[in-house]
């Protein structure tokens, strides 16, 4: 198929709906005509930052159009037809006066045209009186949508950082998850228990953990059955003491930190099957300024952390694992990051361990969550897998 040479592309407020036509078509050059109020060179840059990564070959120009003048926008248009023979116009952003202006012109002139919706994945693409509909076939990565809305995915992120995912480390996080399941909401506090006397005797030989007994109490059957199931090795103990070692670093980091496990367990499962989704990342963290910050460049960004992302083709799942009770906070932390890096056609879920229970504060924030649009899906002790795994790709 040759190359569109040159697409006009009617500038959206949605980031999304600016680069569909550049990732399938990758033309010559792209045309955006959009007003001076929402043109933003922040905005436009962000467009910029993301063909350099994605598309390094589509020249990019941005011609700003008035609001009122709908005589401007039809000899401007005009002037782009004649200058750019077969030139192709992406009809998914603009304001009502663009669209009017190209339906002038359409009237009396056989023009091409195409809008590409980026949830359902279906092109229309027109010309003249004829109407072709298709299924659109791409994805962009977790870290290129992040960057076409103005952020950057930092060193810090878990997947980059923190967690390698070979299939001994998700054997090892489905054994622990069924350990989780089995002592349900004491885990977090078993777990916060072993941390906090680990720390208590400072002294402790490098890759060693040391206990004291009796304050451990219950706690002590959650270690008897990492024993057991071979996520801590060389154990012993004395009538005061127990000595462990953990099988790895990564069993270390979730034991240190209860939640983890209900996010990796989330992450585990949705990517066990690499059709499902077509990019996930765990522990996003997220620079909103989009800057590296050195000697050089100095400066304090904001940061979020987002427990899961998934990607299915173009449209981002924001995922909040929560092991223990969620509030009012969590809701509006997950939907301020969900609007900024995903926009309108990104999905946004809380996942609970727990189970929602029927009292009125809980109704209520389910609810609340309703409004929000954000999924919730609680009691994942209870699921199984393959439910689970129904239930994210049903987001």
């Known amino acids: 198929m040759e190359r569109t040479k040159v697409i006009v592309d009617f500038y959206s407020e949605e980031p999304l ?13 792209i045309i955006f005509l959009g007003h001076k109020d929402n043109m933003i060179t ?36 005009t002037k782009l037809i004649r200058d750019y023979p077969g030139v192709r116009f ?3 952003g603009g304001s009502e006066l663009i669209l009017i202006a190209l339906g002038c012109i359409a009237a009396r002139m056989n023009i091409s045209k195409l809008r590409i919706d980026p949830f359902t994945g279906k092109e229309i693409d027109i010309r003249g009186s004829e109407i072709i509909t298709s299924d659109y076939h791409f994805s962009i990565s977790i870290a290129d949508d992040i960057i076409l809305h103005g952020g950057m995915l930092t060193a810090n992120t878990g997947s980059y950082r923190e967690w390698k995912f070979n299939e001994e480390f998700r054997q090892d996080i489905r054994t622990l998850w069924g350990i989780c399941r089995k002592h349900r909401g004491n885990w977090n506090k078993y777990c916060a228990k072993i941390d906090e006397l680990r720390k208590a ?15 451990l109490g ?12 071979g996520m801590i090795r060389d154990y012993s103990e004395t009538r005061k003491r127990i000595y462990f070692r ?5 069993i270390n980091k979730i034991i240190s ?6 996010e990796l367990h989330v992450y585990e499962v949705a990517t066990r099957d690499g059709y499902c989704f077509s990019d996930a990342i765990i522990g996003a963290n997220i620079d909103w300024a989009g800057e590296i910050r050195d000697a050089d460049n ?46 309108k056609y990104a999905r946004k879920a809380l996942i609970l361990a727990r189970a929602c229970d029927e009292t009125t504060g809980t109704q209520y924030f389910k609810q609340r969550a309703k409004d929000m649009h954000i999924w919730i899906i609680d009691d994942v002790y209870r699921l199984t897998d393959e439910q689970l795994l129904e239930k994210l790709k049903k987001i």
């Open 246 to 250: 953990y099988k790895n670093n990564m």
């Open 298 to 343: 100095p400066g304090y960004d904001t940061m979020n952390e987002i427990d899961v992302i998934l990607m299915k083709n173009v449209c981002p799942i924001f995922i909040s694992c929560k092991s223990g009770k969620a509030g009012g906070i969590a809701l509006h932390e997950l939907e301020t990051v969900t609007r900024k890096f995903g926009g």
């Open 201 to 215: 005797i400072p002294s402790q030989i490098e890759g060693w953990v040391e206990l004291h007994i009796n304050p």
């Open 17 to 29: 709906e600016n680069v569909m036509a550049m990732i399938k078509y990758r033309p010559e050059k």
């Open 42 to 77: 922040k905005k436009i840059n962000n467009i910029k930052s993301f063909r350099n990564k994605k598309c390094p070959g589509v020249e990019l120009e941005f011609i700003e159009v008035p609001k009122d003048d709908l005589s401007y926008c039809i000899d401007l248009l």
């Open 90 to 92: 992406e009809l998914t």
């Open 257 to 262: 930190k209860a939640g983890n496990i209900l």
């Open 218 to 229: 219950e706690a002590i059957s959650l270690i008897k059955d990492l024993r057991d199931a």
